[in-house]
C-alpha cells in the first residue's frame, strides 16, 4: 500500500511542474510562420545592379542609395563616398520595383473556410458600406504576407468584400510581424461591386450607386438639417455617406468590380456625370470598349488568366486582353484575384507578354500601374528618388519566366528573411528518412 502511494507521488512530482502556467509561460511555441524582421539599415547602397526602373527605364551598371526606408539617390554609375553607409554588390543582377498586388484580402483572410479568421466585410444587411475601415484588422502575423513577400509582392491593396459599396482600401507594405507600420495608408480608395450585386438588377445597381453619392453631397451641405431632423431619409449611414466626400473631391479613386462591357460603358458615364476617378477591376470583355476606356482615363486591372468565361458577364474574356489595351492607350495593371496566391503575378505577367504586352508594359502592369490604379504612384511603383525602398533583385534576367525566382527582398528599406511557413514545411520534410523509422 505504501509503496503505490509513493510511486502515486512520485508520477504526480514529474506531471504536475509541466503544466503549471509559470512552465507554460516559460516556453511559448514558436510561430513557424513569422519570419524575423531584420533592422533598416539607415544607408545602403546597392551597387552594380541592372535596374528596370517601371517605367520603361533601364539603367545598366547603376547603383542605388536607400536611407530611412527611402530611395534618395539612383546613379547610372557607382555611388560612393556616403558615410555610414553599407555596400551590396550585387554582380549585374536584376533589380525591379517591389511588385503590387491588386484587390486582396492579406492580412484580413487567413483560412477561407474558417469565418474567425475572417475580417474582410462587415455583415450588416445595407448595401452601403463604405465607411468600414479594414485597415486596423489586418494581421502582420498572418503566414500569407511572408509568402508573398518572399517572391517579390511588396506592398498589396488591401479591400473589403460584400454590398455594392464595399468599404475603404487599405494600402500596406508586407512586412511579416510588424504590426506598427504594415499598413502605410488607410482609406486609399473606396471598393465597389457592379453588375447585379444590388437587388439583382445592374440598373437597381446603377441608380443605387448614384443615389449613394447624391445623398453624400446633400449631407455635407445640410449636415444641421439632418442632426435636427429636418432632412428626408438617407440611403446609408451619415458615416458611410462621409466616406464618399474623399472620393467626390477626387483625392481618391472608387474602384469597382465589373467585367460585362455594357456594365464599363455605365462606370464610365457615371465617372463622368459625378465627375470622380474610376478604376476598374477585372473588365474581362474591357478590350471590346477599349477606345472609350482610353477616352475617360479609366485605369483597368485586370488578370489575363481569366480568358474562359466563368459567367455570361465574361463571355468575351481572351488572353490578349491586356495587349489590346494597352495598344488602345488604357493603363492596363494585372494582378491575380486570389489572395493567397497573389505572387503568382509574374506568371499572369508573363502570360501576358507570351500574347503580345511587351515586356516593359508588363512590368509596368505589376508595379507603377497598380500603384496609379490606387492613386499611390506618387511613392511606390518605380525606382526613383523619393520613392519607397521596396525593390526586388531577382536571380535570372527575366522575372516572368518560371525559372526566375527572388533572391532577395526589402520592403520599405528592411531586407527581408527568405523564409515562410512553405519554406519551412519544405525544409522540414525534405529528407524523409526520419519518418520512415
Known amino acids: 500500500m505504501n509503496r503505490a502511494i509513493n510511486?502515486?507521488?512520485?508520477?504526480?512530482l514529474l506531471v504536475v511542474p509541466a503544466l503549471t502556467p509559470a512552465a507554460l509561460a516559460a516556453a511559448?511555441?514558436?510561430?513557424?510562420?513569422?519570419?524575423?524582421?531584420?533592422?533598416?539599415?539607415?544607408?545602403?547602397?546597392?551597387?552594380?545592379?541592372?535596374?528596370?526602373?517601371?517605367?520603361?527605364?533601364?539603367i545598366e551598371g547603376g547603383s542605388i542609395l536607400i536611407e530611412d526606408g527611402k530611395i534618395?539617390?539612383?546613379?547610372?554609375?557607382?555611388?560612393?563616398?556616403?558615410?555610414?553607409?553599407?555596400?551590396?554588390?550585387?554582380?549585374?543582377?536584376?533589380?525591379?520595383?517591389?511588385?503590387?498586388?491588386a484587390d486582396t484580402s492579406i492580412g484580413l483572410i487567413e483560412i477561407g473556410a474558417e469565418d474567425s479568421t475572417h475580417d474582410d466585410a462587415r455583415t450588416d444587411s445595407s448595401p452601403?458600406?463604405?465607411?468600414?475601415?479594414?485597415?486596423?484588422?489586418?494581421?502582420?502575423?498572418?503566414?500569407l504576407i511572408s509568402i508573398q513577400a518572399i517572391e517579390g509582392v511588396t506592398t498589396a491593396a488591401v479591400a473589403p468584400q460584400g454590398g455594392l459599396l464595399s468599404g475603404q482600401v487599405a494600402w500596406i507594405d508586407l512586412l511579416p510581424g510588424d504590426h506598427a507600420n504594415i499598413v502605410a495608408a488607410a482609406g486609399v480608395s473606396v471598393a465597389a461591386n457592379f453588375g447585379r450585386a444590388y437587388a439583382g438588377s445592374r440598373a437597381a445597381?446603377?441608380?443605387?450607386?448614384?443615389?449613394?453619392?447624391?445623398?453624400?453631397?446633400?449631407?455635407?451641405?445640410?449636415?444641421?438639417?439632418?442632426?435636427?431632423?429636418q432632412s428626408r431619409e438617407l440611403v446609408a449611414h451619415p458615416l458611410?455617406?462621409?466616406?464618399?466626400?474623399?472620393?467626390?473631391?477626387?483625392?481618391?479613386?472608387?474602384?469597382?468590380?465589373?467585367h460585362r462591357a455594357s456594365d464599363l460603358l455605365a462606370l464610365i458615364e457615371l465617372g463622368e456625370s459625378l465627375s470622380i476617378s474610376i478604376t476598374i477591376l477585372g473588365a474581362a470583355e474591357g478590350w471590346k470598349v477599349a477606345s472609350e476606356l482610353a477616352a475617360a482615363k479609366v485605369t483597368v486591372v485586370?488578370?489575363?488568366?481569366?480568358?474562359?468565361?466563368?459567367?455570361?458577364?465574361?463571355?468575351?474574356?481572351?488572353?490578349?486582353?491586356?495587349?489590346?489595351?494597352?495598344?488602345?492607350?488604357?493603363?492596363?495593371?494585372?494582378?491575380?484575384f486570389d489572395s493567397h496566391n497573389a505572387r503568382n503575378v509574374t506568371q499572369?505577367?508573363?502570360?501576358?507578354?507570351?500574347?503580345?504586352?511587351?515586356?516593359?508594359?508588363?512590368?509596368?502592369?505589376?508595379?507603377?500601374?497598380?500603384?496609379?490604379?490606387?492613386?499611390?504612384?506618387?511613392?511606390?511603383?518605380t525606382i526613383a528618388v523619393g520613392k519607397v525602398a521596396s525593390l526586388v533583385v531577382w536571380d535570372g534576367a527575366d522575372p516572368f519566366e518560371l525559372s526566375t525566382s527572388a533572391e532577395r527582398v526589402w520592403v520599405r528599406g528592411h531586407e527581408l528573411d527568405m523564409k515562410s511557413r512553405q519554406t519551412q514545411l519544405r525544409d522540414r520534410y525534405m529528407d524523409l528518412e526520419p519518418f520512415q523509422r
Open 240 to 258: 458611410d455617406l462621409r466616406a464618399l466626400w474623399p472620393v467626390l473631391d477626387r483625392e481618391i479613386p472608387l474602384v469597382v468590380r465589373a
Open 7 to 12: 510511486l502515486s507521488l512520485a508520477l504526480s
Open 205 to 229: 445597381s446603377l441608380a443605387q450607386l448614384r443615389q449613394a453619392f447624391e445623398d453624400a453631397k446633400w449631407y455635407r451641405d445640410n449636415q444641421r438639417n439632418y442632426e435636427r431632423n
Open 348 to 381: 499572369e505577367a508573363g502570360i501576358a507578354v507570351a500574347n503580345g504586352l511587351s515586356h516593359a508594359a508588363a512590368l509596368r502592369a505589376i508595379t507603377l500601374n497598380v500603384a496609379k490604379a490606387y492613386g499611390m504612384d506618387g511613392e511606390y511603383g
Open 72 to 101: 534618395v539617390r539612383v546613379e547610372a554609375t557607382a555611388i560612393t563616398n556616403v558615410a555610414k553607409s553599407v555596400t551590396v554588390d550585387l554582380q549585374g543582377k536584376l533589380v525591379t520595383p517591389g511588385l503590387i498586388a
Open 28 to 58: 511559448p511555441p514558436a510561430d513557424p510562420a513569422r519570419a524575423e524582421q531584420p533592422e533598416v539599415s539607415n544607408k545602403l547602397i546597392l551597387s552594380n545592379a541592372r535596374i528596370e526602373v517601371g517605367d520603361g527605364t533601364v
Open 128 to 143: 452601403i458600406k463604405a465607411g468600414y475601415d479594414p485597415a486596423p484588422a489586418v494581421n502582420a502575423d498572418s503566414s
Open 302 to 336: 485586370i488578370q489575363p488568366t481569366d480568358n474562359l468565361p466563368g459567367s455570361f458577364d465574361t463571355l468575351g474574356a481572351r488572353l490578349d486582353n491586356a495587349k489590346l489595351l494597352d495598344d488602345a492607350g488604357v493603363i492596363v495593371a494585372i494582378a491575380h
